[in-house]
């Protein structure tokens, strides 16, 4: 029996196998425009749940990463329970970033993404790089949850006017519960019968 050596093709060509790189196409959607999808809103209401929900986004993931800095900052005699915290905290607000990006696909619309689109975009002002008390850390977290719970108060009101349940649903049962809940596990770390502070 007589080997034959496989016959070579253009498939074979290493060009064929080796990464595209380096390719360049046009944008396929403009951030702020919507792609009418068949969920039984209008395009102007989809149009506004989109950009009130990339402000949450925006502000979601500010706070996200603003848990991450004091999980790995925190200091002091509660710095195990804390580091802890603020660690599963982070995990929450991660899951929430999730769900809001996908209610803004949902709606036809392009998330915010970025971390310096995300920096022009939030309304919770950008901390000092360097490590502070934990009680000053807690205090600049809980005043990040209401700014964010004041806002998803005030949009969820808004959509449920114009019929975006999804949207409303996502706001009331997700973003603003899982804010109350963290702002008040943070603030009784605050409370004790000497008053705390930095």
């Keep these: 029996m007589t080997k034959t050596s496989p016959s070579t093709t253009a498939s074979d060509h290493p060009d064929n196998v080796s990464p595209k790189l380096h390719q360049h196409a046009a944008v396929t959607q403009e951030y702020g425009t919507i792609v009418k999808l068949p969920n039984g809103l209008s395009e102007s209401v989809c149009t506004q749940s989109v950009a009130l929900l990339n402000q949450t986004l925006a502000d979601t993931m500010t706070l996200r990463d603003l848990y991450k800095k004091h999980h790995w900052q925190v200091v002091g005699p509660t710095f195990d329970q804390l580091h802890l915290l603020f660690d599963k905290h982070y995990e929450a607000q991660a899951g929430l970033v999730d769900l809001i990006a996908e209610r803004i696909q949902v709606l036809g619309g392009v998330t915010?993404?970025?971390a310096a689109d995300v920096a022009e975009t939030t309304r919770i002002p950008r901390p000092p790089c360097g490590r502070e008390p934990?009680?000053?850390?807690?205090s600049r977290l809980a005043e990040a949850h209401e700014m964010i719970i004041i806002a998803a108060r005030k949009s969820a009101e808004i959509v449920a006017d114009t019929g975006d349940s999804g949207t409303n649903d996502l706001l009331v049962s997700d973003v603003?519960?899982?804010?109350?809940?963290q702002a008040w596990f943070l603030t009784e770390h605050l409370v004790a019968p000497t008053p705390v502070s930095a």
């Design 112 to 114: 915010i993404a970025m």
């Design 134 to 138: 934990a009680t000053v850390q807690m």
């Design 176 to 181: 603003l519960r899982t804010n109350e809940l």
